[in-house]
Structures are given as structure tokens and as C-alpha cells.
């Protein structure tokens, strides 16, 4: 007995698995982005991963030295979205992606994309918090 398969099971299977959605942040990150004109960073990450302080702390790194003059944040079960506005304009411009991750040995490795005069640029490093 020789079985054939038609295409529409496959099709559904892949409808189907479309709707499931992204997965979730993982604890370990925390993702931002820089917007209106450089001068507000707004993000999100992980209760269980990171905490307010931290986050702040990094927050801090993106509008430089002269810190931030707002810290807002809700938390929806583990899941934590704020918004801050740098005191200052920060060195990044508008629409450039952070991510923070936390390593096992404890360090917080980092990749910031942003563009400058056109150009795409990467800033990557590894800090302590």
C-alpha cells in the first residue's frame, strides 16, 4: 500500500505554527532603543534576570554623562517596558538598537547599532554591574 500525502496538511501545519508567535525575551537580555531625536531610550527585559537598579544603571551608559531626568517602568508578571529620557541628547542617534546580556560568569556583554553620517556602525564591549 503506497500512502500519498497532499500538500494541504503541510500547509496547515505551517498556518498553524505561524499564529504561535515569538518567544519570549530571554531573562538574560535586555533589549532598547533610542528614539525621539537621541534624547529618550525606551526597552524592555525580565524581572527574573535583571533588576530595576540594573537596568537603570544601563540605561545610564546609553545617555552618557549626563545621566537621565526620567525613569518610568511597568511590569506585567516577569516582563518589565520602560522609558527614560537622557538628560542630554546621547552620542547615538535616533532608532539605534541596543542589546545587554548577561553571561554565566556574571559580565554583561553589549552590541549597540546605530548609524552616523549614513553609515552603520557597531559598538560592542563587556561590563560589570
Known amino acids: 500500500m503506497k500512502l500519498s500525502l497532499s500538500p494541504l496538511p503541510a500547509l496547515s501545519i505551517v498556518a498553524l505554527c505561524a499564529s504561535c508567535g515569538t518567544p519570549a525575551q530571554s531573562p538574560d537580555t535586555?533589549?532598547?532603543?533610542?528614539?525621539?531625536?537621541?534624547?529618550?531610550?525606551?526597552?524592555?527585559?525580565?524581572?527574573?534576570?535583571?533588576?530595576q537598579s540594573q537596568v537603570r544603571s544601563l540605561v545610564g551608559r546609553i545617555c552618557t554623562s549626563a545621566g537621565f531626568s526620567g525613569f518610568n517602568q511597568s511590569v506585567n508578571g516577569s516582563s518589565a517596558s520602560?522609558?527614560?529620557?537622557?538628560?542630554?541628547?546621547?552620542?547615538?542617534?535616533?532608532?539605534?538598537?541596543?542589546?545587554?546580556?548577561r553571561?554565566?560568569?556574571?559580565?554583561?556583554?553589549?552590541?549597540?547599532?546605530?548609524?552616523?553620517?549614513?553609515?552603520?556602525?557597531?559598538?560592542?564591549?563587556?561590563?560589570?554591574?
Open 30 to 51: 535586555v533589549l532598547m532603543t533610542v528614539q525621539d531625536g537621541g534624547t529618550v531610550v525606551t526597552g524592555s527585559y525580565r524581572t527574573e534576570g535583571f533588576s
Open 103 to 129: 553571561q554565566e560568569d556574571g559580565n554583561v556583554t553589549y552590541v549597540v547599532r546605530y548609524t552616523q553620517n549614513g553609515r552603520a556602525l557597531q559598538e560592542d564591549g563587556s561590563l560589570r554591574i
Open 82 to 101: 520602560f522609558s527614560a529620557s537622557c538628560a542630554g541628547q546621547t552620542k547615538y542617534t535616533n532608532g539605534a538598537d541596543a542589546v545587554y546580556s
